[in-house]
């Protein structure tokens, strides 16, 4: 039984009713229309993907890809579908190939006190104590392996690079060298297919055969069906060598956003959330986002293997996942604007959008 199959039966659904002799059409092969491809290929369906890019060329292709309901809007839609995904991620975690696994990650602020939001108390998220033997601990190194440890310059809040507070989670990461590559392997062998070098002007050009078009374009919805609320939040990262001593992630998202992600083979350092089209590395952003890890982790300056550059698709009005009419009368169901979250949404966006196919037929 699939991890998919589990959610289904998990949530009173076992079984949809569902007519086979369908064809449907997703636009984009990043995360989110690469697992509405595995969910309607795994249930039968004749189903292909259409995209410009493909896999670790993709927005996701740049994502650190932890599990966090990170930069969308709204909480009460999207926290369901994060859970939703949170499950199955659980399951993929059981099998190394899937390049699913599951990290401790540390969230924190530099002033203050951080709120635990409830959803991350009931997944058994716990604050990180600041203080240890009564009085304050100041400059002293990340020691990943003991939650009971702040990080580096974890000392006085007026110190500008301390962290006062956080919380720890155990999560899901996604390790996007491998995770991707997995996706795509598993959507084929269900008889999916990928058209790579394609970019459609309009959802009504997609081939009239496919009875369902399912538009997983992320930024490019912008144009692709005209979307004026979609912004492009411009992510930068640094890809350096492994960490041999982290093994949690160290996340802030308080300016300047830092973020430190240990994967198998080496570790993503970041990063930036403005509003840009840019897509070119900027190495002035590089050194910043270098030196403050390093600052955070205590340790020299790495080599640094790659930098990558991805466009997260905010939505300002909050994501959309719905169904809608093409002109010719075929059904499109939109599934879009995820902003920081497309890893951590996209089985639970999936499920609702085999819902809302199998609901219009």
Known sequence: MTPWQKICGRLGDPSLPLKMDRNVAIIGAGVSGLTCGIVFAEQGY??????????????????AAIWFPYHVE?????????LDSYQVLLDLARFPESGVSIIESRQFLRTGEIEIPDWAIQLGASAIPSEVGGSRRAGFNVSP????????????????HCFASGFSLRVPLMDTTIYLDYLSARFGKASGEIHANVRFKKLENVDAKFDLVIDCAGIGARELVNDPDLEPHRGQVAIVPKIESLSAA??????????????????????????????????????????????????DKPTVFAER???????????RLERDRLRDGRTVIHNYGHGGAGFTLSWGCAREVLEAAVSSW
């Open 46 to 63: 004749r189903t292909a993907i259409f995209a410009k890019e493909t896999g670790r060329q993709t927005t996701s292709g740049a994502a």
């Open 74 to 82: 709204p909480a009460e839609r999207v926290i369901p579908l994060a």
């Open 145 to 160: 392996r003991d939650p009971s440890t702040p990080p580096a310059r974890a000392g006085s809040a007026h110190d500008e």
């Open 250 to 299: 160290i996340v802030c998202d308080e300016a300047p956003l830092m973020y430190a992600i240990p994967r198998a083979n080496d570790c993503v350092f970041g990063g930036t959330n403005e509003i840009s089209d840019n897509l070119m590395a900027d190495r002035e952003t590089t050194s910043r986002i270098l030196a403050e890890c390093g600052r955070v982790l205590n340790i």
């Open 309 to 319: 550059v991805g466009l997260r698709p905010f939505r300002r009005s909050g994501v």
